[in-house]
């Protein structure tokens, strides 16, 4: 269960105080909550920010698209007992409660519009910069390129955006294909799944095949799990196609 990416040190930031403005508990583990944008925020979409309470600091990749007005992000809990620090804060707080932001977004994990295919994989809250460059894609009616998204997780519900994203690819075929995919699909909390079944990373192979991807055409993404991205790296690396990565660690 990852959550944000990392971890800052011996910095005094200039911070800005912002309101919960709406959460939505999706499992036990899993919110998506919106937050004001503070005036003159701007963004890349795939960027992320970085939240505070109490003085603790970590780094959230963002949902939404840089044409909207609130800040959208899908977080995943690191219980206490798990080395959890800043997530347990967050699951305290309601709406109307304050959360610190720095007033700079940062990251190079965005859009390269220089290869008309882009072969995006994720595990579970790692789809979230994935989200913000659709959105913002499709918003701005560009066209010329193809989104492939391959999210993994271990229970359906934990997909989350499953229906947005099955949603663009339906209403826009010729732009977004959005395949889900569950590693333990025999559970019961899975019963009645009829998608696709294994992990993301190992199914990047087929569904670069599927999609009729090269190396001089594409550009893999991996967002997430540390594990997930250095397995696609294996396995996508010494066939040509350029990889970028952004790591969610199990820790906050």
């Known amino acids: 269960m990852e959550t944000s990416t990392k971890t800052f ?30 005036p003159g925020f701007t963004f890349k979409a795939g960027q992320y920010c970085t939240l505070g309470i109490d003085g603790i600091e970590r780094a959230y990749s963002i949902v ?29 707080l309601r709406e109307g409660d304050s959360i610190s932001i720095r007033p700079r977004a940062k990251g190079i994990f965005v859009f390269k ?12 809250t790692g789809v979230a910069p994935y989200i913000s460059i659709v959105r913002q894609y499709l918003h701005d009616r560009q066209s010329g390129h193809r989104f492939y998204i391959l999210q993994g997780a271990s229970y359906h519900d934990e997909l989350t955006y499953d229906g947005e994203l099955a949603g663009y690819a339906m209403q826009h075929p010729d732009v977004v294909a959005y395949v889900p995919t569950l590693s333990r699909p025999g559970e019961k909390r899975n ?3 009829a998608g696709a079944t294994g992990r993301a990373n190992a199914l990047v192979e087929k569904y670069a095949e599927t999609f009729a991807c090269a190396p001089e055409d594409t550009i893999v993404y991996a967002c ?5 991205i250095e397995d696609v790296k294996a396995r996508m ?3 040509g196609y350029q990889v970028v990565e952004e790591r969610f660690w199990k820790e906050d």
């Open 224 to 228: 997430g799990h540390p594990g997930m």
């Open 191 to 193: 019963n009645g799944w």
């Open 113 to 124: 519009p220089e290869k008309p295919k882009h072969l995006m994989v994720a595990t579970v």
């Open 237 to 239: 690396l010494p066939k």
């Open 9 to 38: 040190k011996n910095v005094t930031p200039k911070l800005v105080q912002v309101k919960v403005l709406k959460r939505l508990d999706t499992t036990q583990e899993l919110l998506k909550m919106w937050i004001e944008r503070p």
């Open 64 to 92: 939404s698209a840089p044409y909207e007005s609130d800040l959208e992000l899908f977080v995943e809990l690191v219980p206490l007992a798990q080395g959890g620090v800043l997530t347990p804060k967050i699951w305290e």
